[in-house]
């Protein structure tokens, strides 16, 4: 499976972007999509999570109410939408494919190159 994330780039405090994973190769519908990020300085944490028929959802505290995952299995993609976005939020996104529904990294054994994000105030 190999995943190529796309969508970042630079936004002023308040607006929106959408990050998009395509997901190509042996892709088993089943599998489980989840996106990470990784601010300068800080360890890499587990954003939102979705499970393989979109039914599950999780998103880490600070993104809750603003951050939309979701996925079209038809097109082996999955999205992030980011509204509200705030300085904070200023990272470099990964997205990741894996069996278990966790917002644990080691969970997932697919990882894109990273797009990032930067949110300026």
């Known amino acids: 499976v190999q995943l190529q994330a796309c969508g970042g780039g630079l936004v002023q405090a308040g607006g929106s972007l959408r990050l998009s994973c395509a997901a190509s190769?042996?892709?088993?519908?089943?599998?489980?999509m989840g996106w990470f990020r990784q601010a300068p300085g800080k360890e890499r944490e587990s954003v939102a999570v979705?499970?393989?028929?979109?039914?599950?959802?999780y998103y880490v505290d600070s993104v809750k109410g603003r951050f939309t995952i979701s996925r079209d299995n038809a097109k082996n993609t999955v999205y992030l939408q980011m509204n509200s976005l705030k300085p904070e939020d200023t990272a470099v996104y990964y997205c990741?494919?894996?069996?278990?529904?966790?917002?644990?990294?080691?969970?997932?054994?697919?990882w894109g190159q990273g797009t990032e994000v930067t949110v300026s105030s």
């Open positions: 979705v499970s393989w028929n979109g039914a599950n959802t």
């Open positions: 990741a494919a894996g069996g278990r529904f966790s917002a644990l990294e080691q969970s997932y054994d697919y």
């Open positions: 190769g042996r892709t088993p519908s089943y599998i489980v």
